[in-house]
């Protein structure tokens, strides 16, 4: 098994920091804490990155500043609008049995990514929010990894992820009151 | 589906006093840092929570609190 930071890796107890501030010596540091998140990150970049760190003889070109990373739900939680609730966030429920819910289910809404784990590895149904990304340090992901990975995507599915993570946040947004989209002559 | 169906390591499912003196020991661990309370508004099973420390720095950065 590598010891880097791979394209697909399912990662546990990632965190991500809201906000720091410090006044006259007290501090405090808010952060969230994703039970489990994929790494994004094109892998390309993630073994140059390795390939070259602290290679006296390169310069750092292939030095990267943050992993990208997107948190894993339940799916049962996203169905029941329930996956925010401890960051006190309301989603609309989603029947698994509706169109939607189906729809979700078959991969059929850019948003949204189902992932159904093998039996081998300990990881229920789960969905992926386009929406939500965020990034956290390579260092702090090089050193979480060796407790915290539970398992890698395939390349197949990995790009099949990254694909429509790329498509969802290319998409171009419309303004809800668009006008016209045509102008008369 | 329930939340245990999630198979974590223990500390996933600590209760909310097991996991704040372990965060407090791994917070007091970092040098220079002398960490007072840890809130954790709700430990987790399988969903993001959210962790709010706080602290005193023993040392600013012209190394005066300590005196």
Redesign the interface.
């Known amino acids: 098994m590598t010891n880097r930071v791979v394209q697909g890796d399912v990662l546990?107890g990632v965190e991500l920091i809201?906000k720091t501030s410090?006044t006259g010596?007290?501090?405090?540091?808010?952060?969230?804490?994703?039970?489990?998140a994929l790494v994004l990150t094109q892998d390309c970049d993630l073994e140059q990155e390795d390939r070259y760190r602290g290679n006296e003889a390169s310069n750092q070109d292939k030095q990267l500043f943050s992993v990208l990373l997107a948190?894993i739900?339940?799916?049962?939680?996203v169905f029941a609008g329930?996956?925010?609730?401890?960051?006190k966030r309301d989603t609309p429920k989603i029947k698994p049995s509706s169109t939607q819910g189906k729809m979700l289910m078959q991969n059929e809404i850019p948003r949204y990514h189902y992932i159904v784990f093998p039996q081998d590895v300990?990881?229920?149904?789960s969905v992926l929010d386009f929406k939500h990304y965020f990034s956290a340090s390579g260092e702090c992901l090089r050193d979480i990894r060796p407790k915290s990975l539970v398992c890698t995507l395939n390349p197949l599915f990995r790009e099949n992820v990254s694909t429509r993570f790329a498509n969802y946040l290319s998409r171009i947004g419309l303004p809800e009151n668009a006008p016209s989209a045509t102008r008369a002559a | 589906m329930p939340d245990e169906k999630l198979i974590f390591d223990d500390s996933y499912v600590a209760s909310d006093k097991e996991t704040k003196s372990k965060a407090t020991a791994d917070a007091a661990a970092e040098p220079g840092n002398s960490i007072l309370e840890i809130e954790s508004e709700r430990y987790a099973k399988g969903k993001p929570y959210r962790v709010i420390l706080r602290g005193r720095l023993v040392q600013d950065r012209q190394g005066e609190l300590d005196d």
């Open positions: 546990r809201e410090e010596g007290d501090f405090e540091i808010w952060k969230i804490v994703f039970p489990l948190p739900y339940n799916a049962e939680h329930e996956h925010l609730s401890y960051l300990p990881i229920v149904d």
